[in-house]
Each structure stands twice: as C-alpha cells, then as structure tokens.
C-alpha cells in the first residue's frame, strides 16, 4: 500500500534541516542559542520524515499572503 507523504499536503509548510555551520550563523546573526529557539517535537511527523534529531536546527518556509514568504527556525527537543 502506497503512503501518503503528508510534505505534499499544501498546509504543511518546507522544512528542512541546516548543516552545523549554517545553524551557527544564524545563532550568531540572531545573538541567540539552541535555547532560545522555538522547539518542535523529535516526534513530530515532518520531523521524523526529515530524519531530524534533537539539538537540529530546522528551517520552516511558509507561504505568508503579505510578506511572500515567512522563514522560521525551530529546534528539535524531545519535550517542551
């Protein structure tokens, strides 16, 4: 049986993982760490789809109808 890959749902917005030196540089930009960030679940669906751990760094693209596009970071945790 062929399963649904819930990426494809257009409510579920991009997300994606940044490399080590990418997460840095927005740590840094932002003068901020880990802790600061917004979390998401290592549960979550898109979360385990993305094969994402804890203490990663996801990026989240949203379609916004008044800025175009809104970019969102997010750190993954195991709980809140």
Sequence with gaps: MAR???????LVPEHEI??????????????ISRG????ILSSDPVV???KAEVGDIIRIKRKSPTS???I????????F
Excluded: C, M, W
């Design 4 to 10: 649904f890959d819930i990426r494809d749902h257009e």
């Design 18 to 31: 940044l490399p080590p030196e990418e997460a840095e540089k927005i740590l840094e930009e932002y003068n």
């Design 72 to 79: 969102n970071y997010r750190v993954v945790t195991e709980q």
């Design 36 to 39: 600061q960030l917004p979390k």
């Design 48 to 50: 385990k789809i993305i």
């Design 68 to 70: 175009g596009i809104s």
